[in-house]
């Protein structure tokens, strides 16, 4: 139901008004107003929807109730219907705000109603476009997605709720002044002052792209940024959307964390198998080696017909390999320990040098064999620490053994013993073939071995260093080895915590979690 006010002094006008409105209107009412009071109350209560009055009251004038209504009510169209203006006073009612002039005359009676039904068609649909942008501005601002509208020369026009919240700001100004601090990569979207990029955006129907942005609280996030350019009322704008996509991008990068880990994993794995199978197949080529000269000297001496310097020769043979068994089963056994965190130490003050010659002495006749030179370089009353003098003769052993091994003949061996920042440490220096660059990083890991071939140059399982490294760490060392390259020897280096003079001597047995570890 259309609710009209009409605002006239005279009686018989207000009829003719109505009358002709009536006509036009099958829904309406009609209130009608004669005086000031009657005015103000209806003005209280805005309970009406179009306006039309004379301009010549005897209590006010057109312009002062136009004035009136607009101030209270700014889209409430109102249609001025009067005998008493002139161009001057349409004109200053006009900019007032007035939706339509007719001239109070028999020959205009017809146009008032055509006027009023203008102007409410006019007003609904105004008020439909305002109702739809309300609703578009209350969706928008809904959005998660950042909507932004810029010039091509950079000025943002526009943005919701959302671009300015992915920014950090309140305002547009703000975000204005952020984005001109932005990297180029991001500032392309917003800023097209060069030829090249404005011709670019023109071009590009749709240009999509994910980047880093820093919002104005020093936050690092990403975004997908689209952006299209358009022609608005005759002017080519950037109509543009952000999407915050951090989530994804860390839900990505944990996944390409993860595939590379479930790689490397695998390579890993593929890696140990095939360590695995070349470890049994060495350790098949080097228990079945001893026991083949065991098994062939023992024939021969049950055959009875040897003399007895080949019989001497022949045990000397059989303990020799038999020894070799024992020594692979012993380093076997010394793994598993390890392993399974079942090694035992028998740790006490120990004089490191005296250990360290002990180990030299057992390997002594080895490196006789090879016309190999053994040296050493000790201070005997700085050398003590708290250890199992077995298991560190054992490391000590097996680092000699090992330079023993890849030393040519008429080599030399050096051992170095000193101390250094409340640490003894022990050098073994050779003159061996030394270890190539690659193969350094991997020279304690156990069944590593220069050459794993079946036709290597050198006996072993690859787990006396091995062994070494976790020894050493059991007793709160650490060992690393150096080298210039292939031909140019080692040095290995242990280092042990020295026994302080304030520190108590301990002798005890300890056994250490390694399990796992290895």
Request: glycine share 6%; hydrophobic share 40%; charged share 25%.
């Amino acid at each position: 139901m259309l609710r009209i006010l009409v605002i006239d002094d005279s009686s018989d006008d207000r009829i003719l008004i109505i009358r002709e409105l009536k006509r036009e209107f099958s829904e309406v009412e009609f209130e009608q107003i004669i005086d000031r009071q009657e005015f103000v109350c209806v003005l209280a209560t805005g309970d009406f929807d179009l306006v039309v009055t004379d301009y010549q009251l005897r209590w006010s004038n057109g312009i002062k109730i136009l004035e009136e209504i607009k101030n209270n009510y700014p889209n409430c169209p109102v249609v001025m219907f009067t005998n008493s203006g002139n161009e001057e006073i349409a004109v200053t009612a006009m900019k007032a705000g007035l939706d339509d002039y007719v001239t109070k005359s028999p020959k205009h009676y017809l146009r008032l109603a055509k006027a009023v039904s203008s102007v409410w068609q006019r007003t609904q649909a105004q008020r439909q476009v305002s109702l739809l942008q309300t609703e578009l501005d209350s969706l928008l601002n809904d959005l998660s997605v950042g909507v932004f509208r810029t010039t091509l020369d950079g000025k943002i026009v526009s943005g919701n709720a959302a671009f300015l919240r992915l920014l950090g700001v309140k305002e547009l100004d703000e975000a204005q002044k952020l984005l001109a601090t932005q990297p180029k990569e991001l500032q392309k979207f917003f800023f097209l002052e060069k030829e090249a990029n404005r011709q670019l955006a023109i071009d590009n129907v749709r240009e999509n792209q994910e980047i880093k942005l820093l919002r104005a609280d020093k936050q690092e996030i990403w975004v997908d940024l689209s952006h299209q350019v358009r022609t608005y009322n005759g002017e080519r704008v950037i109509d543009g959307l952000m999407e915050d996509i951090s989530t994804r991008k860390q839900i990505e990068a944990e996944r390409l964390r993860l595939l590379e880990s479930e790689q490397k994993a695998r390579t890993e794995a593929e890696k140990l198998n095939r360590l695995k199978d070349e470890f049994l197949a060495n350790l098949s080529h080097e228990l079945r080696t001893p026991m083949n000269s065991i098994l062939g000297w023992s024939q021969l001496l049950r055959s009875g017909n040897v003399s007895r310097e080949k019989m001497t020769r022949a045990l000397q043979v059989i303990e020799r390999n038999a020894k070799t068994q024992v020594q692979l089963i012993e380093d076997l056994l010394d793994v598993s320990r390890i392993i399974r965190g079942k090694m035992q130490l028998s740790v006490q003050p120990i004089n490191l040098s005296e250990t360290v010659e002990t180990a030299l002495d057992t390997v002594r006749p080895a490196a006789e064999a090879k016309q190999i030179s053994l040296e050493i370089e000790s201070q005997p009353e700085l050398a003590v620490v708290n250890g199992d003098s077995d298991r560190l003769q054992q490391v000590f052993w097996n680092l000699l053994v090992n330079a023993i091994k890849y030393t040519p003949c008429q080599g030399s061996i050096r051992v170095k013993i000193h101390s250094n920042n409340n640490q003894v440490q022990v050098q073994v220096t050779d003159t061996g073939k030394g270890i190539s660059p690659e193969f350094l990083p991997y020279v304690f890991d156990r069944f590593r071995q220069v050459d794993s071939s079946s036709t290597r140059l050198h006996s072993g399982l690859g787990l006396g260093l091995a062994i070494v490294r976790h020894l050493v760490e059991l007793h709160g060392g650490t060992a690393f080895a150096d080298s210039k390259g292939e031909g140019q020897g080692a040095t290995f280096t242990i280092e042990l915590p020295l026994l302080c003079e304030n520190q108590p001597a301990q002798s005890k047995q300890k056994q250490l979690d390694c399990g796992g570890t290895f």
